[in-house]
């Protein structure tokens, strides 16, 4: 496959469009690690989205010797569908709306702003639950790594991004195991630098494929993977 990126585009050639690359996410995570080694013993700070993301996201910082943080995002759903969104909200109250979506069904405004309301209370609710009272990291300043365990879309990702951007991060490195090239094209430009060990070009692209074994990751390990570290 050839592929024709910008130059702060990093990935393994090697395990480009192959499936059940990783064992698990801790193995994808100790892959991501090696591609990021500059950022060892650094001022960065790893800001994982949960839930998927945080077990990804504790090897890196485990391995990359910095701090451990969240970036809670979450998809606004359509009441009738709750697999489609129309745009999502970041741990900061952030919104980012898919305004070609919201004109194509035609969705009325008093729908929309609940389920503006009911996602930032989610988003809320979940933050409070992880962090346990303790404050965050703070970001300012400071090179934040924003890790999943995959991107399909890149559209709450996104958000995420502009959550930290707004939080004064002077450099955001995305950092997954495997994700859609559709996706990457979509947020590089948003980025300093993006790193993605299992870049795939498929029309029917699904995270868990890139992963031998793949569960969900329940709220309860989440939070024992933040209590591992003394910073969260």
């Known amino acids: 496959m050839v592929i024709h990126l910008e130059d702060n585009f990093f990935d393994v050639p090697d395990f480009r469009n192959r ?6 996410r801790e193995h994808a995570g100790e892959i991501l690690s090696e591609m990021l080694m500059q950022y060892k013993n650094t001022e960065a700070i790893v800001f994982a989205i949960p839930a998927g993301g945080v077990p990804v996201g504790a090897v890196v910082a485990s391995k990359l010797q910095i ?12 009441p009738w569908n709750t697999e489609a969104g129309y745009g999502a909200v970041a741990f900061d109250g952030t919104v980012r709306l898919n305004e070609d979506m919201i004109s194509r069904i035609g969705l ?76 990457v094209e979509f947020i590089l430009p948003n980025v300093e630098e993006v790193y993605c060990a299992n870049l795939r070009n498929e029309w029917a692209f699904a995270v ?24 969260l």
């Open 19 to 24: 499936t059940a690359v990783f064992r698990n």
């Open 208 to 231: 868990a494929d890139a992963y031998q074994h793949w569960s969900d990751v329940g709220e309860e390990e989440v939070t024992e993977l933040l209590g591992s570290f003394r910073n």
């Open 67 to 78: 701090p451990l943080d969240i970036a809670v995002v979450s998809k606004i759903t359509l």
């Open 108 to 183: 009325k405004e008093e729908i929309m702003e609940a389920g503006i309301e009911q996602t930032r209370n989610k988003v809320r609710n979940r933050v409070a639950e992880f962090r346990g009272g303790k404050p965050p990291v703070q970001a300012a300043g400071r090179p934040a790594v924003l890790v999943d365990d995959g991107i399909a879309s890149g559209f709450t990702m996104l958000v995420a991004v502009e959550a930290l951007r707004k939080a004064g991060a002077n450099r955001i490195i995305i950092a997954v195991p495997t994700a859609n090239l559709n996706a």
